[in-house]
């Protein structure tokens, strides 16, 4: 019985200390400066990937990069193993010109790893919409730096 007290004592101490950190929205939240840096990123992210810059684009990920797309995990262990026309070629044949986000929201963060609610749109040349895709972005600060470590879309 003794112990039992002890145990919920405890318990119970430990859940009064874990609610006083604890933050109601169940996010942690990150500093302006860290949310701006993440932006920043997811800006460079899209803007080389229109220009078509393989390079560019590849320079926002962390490696190895994963991609969960149309049912399948896509692991690219480093950068360069892709083809710029194997990449963008598909895209281009079915009308994309560019794309532009709809929303980028950081719906849960810590220090190094936010999750990011993004919704984008692709376009062609004429400004007609292609299509529009939901995704969560998962960004990781590695050695001070933060990049795309994940990809979870519902595009093709």
């Given at each position: 019985?003794?112990?039992?007290?002890?145990?919920?004592?405890?318990?119970?101490?430990?859940?009064?200390?874990?609610?006083?950190?604890a933050q109601s929205d169940g996010t942690h939240?990150?500093?302006?400066?860290?949310?701006?840096?993440?932006?920043?990123?997811?800006?460079?992210?899209?803007?080389?990937?229109?220009?078509?810059?393989?390079?560019?684009?590849?320079?926002?990920?962390?490696?190895?990069?994963?991609?969960?797309?149309s049912g399948k995990m896509s692991v690219l262990?480093?950068?360069?193993?892709?083809?710029?026309?194997?990449?963008?070629?598909?895209?281009?044949?079915?009308?994309?010109?560019?794309?532009?986000?709809?929303?980028?929201?950081?719906?849960?963060?810590?220090?190094?790893?936010?999750?990011?609610?993004?919704?984008?749109?692709?376009?062609?040349?004429?400004?007609?919409?292609?299509?529009?895709?939901?995704?969560?972005?998962?960004?990781?600060?590695?050695?001070?730096?933060?990049?795309?470590?994940?990809?979870?879309?519902?595009?093709?």
């Open positions: 019985m003794m112990i039992r007290k002890i145990y919920l004592t405890l318990a119970l101490s430990a859940i009064t200390v874990l609610n006083t950190f939240k990150l500093a302006a400066a860290e949310v701006t840096k993440v932006n920043e990123v997811l800006d460079a992210y899209l803007r080389t990937f229109n220009a078509k810059d393989l390079k560019g684009w590849e320079g926002t990920y962390h490696f190895p990069h994963y991609r969960l797309a262990e480093k950068a360069g193993l892709r083809d710029s026309a194997n990449v963008f070629g598909p895209l281009i044949k079915a009308g994309w010109d560019y794309s532009k986000w709809d929303h980028r929201n950081i719906v849960q963060a810590s220090e190094n790893k936010v999750h990011v609610d993004t919704k984008f749109t692709r376009f062609r040349k004429d400004g007609s919409i292609v299509a529009s895709y939901e995704s969560l972005y998962v960004l990781t600060k590695e050695d001070g730096k933060w990049a795309v470590k994940l990809r979870s879309s519902f595009a093709e």
